[in-house]
């Protein structure tokens, strides 16, 4: 039972989350004169989580009447690769404005790819200059988009 209750704080904690980015979605502009606004898309995708949230509560509550409904748990390859995968994001975030967008992308790209478990070398490094310069030139020089 202990740990449905995992599941249980786990899910309240998402619901929580995804609350603060509806909350804070709502302080920006949901459209503009062009369409949506800078507020948009984290205002739904906050929706869309919560309702996955509280899917995901309602799911927890029937395996508690009936504990063979409901069977979750945690696969120790899987934690591994999704605590592998948030290091990487935080320190290509925290790198961001440090080495530029190009850098800090083409470094993420490889370190996931290989955590991942991507081997050939070729198609890595293609994979990465294409997701990192690539982007960098689509948003950059086509659609005028300003990246660190």
Known sequence: MSQARG???????????FGFF??????LSLTDAL???PGFFPFWLGVLGAILAL?????LRGARSDPEAVELAFDRAGTRNV???????AAAAGSL?????RLAML????????????????????????????????FYDLLKVPLP
């Open 7 to 17: 599941w249980q704080a786990a899910a309240l904690a998402l619901l929580a989350l």
């Open 22 to 27: 509806v909350f804070e979605s709502l302080r």
């Open 35 to 37: 369409g949506p606004g």
């Open 55 to 59: 899917a995901l509560i309602a799911q």
């Open 83 to 89: 605590v592998l995968v948030l290091a990487g994001l």
């Open 97 to 101: 404005e440090l080495v530029g967008f």
């Open 107 to 138: 470094a993420l790209l490889v370190y996931l790819l290989f955590v991942l478990g991507a081997r050939r070398w070729l198609a890595i490094a293609l994979f990465a200059a294409a997701g990192s310069f690539g982007v960098y030139y689509v």
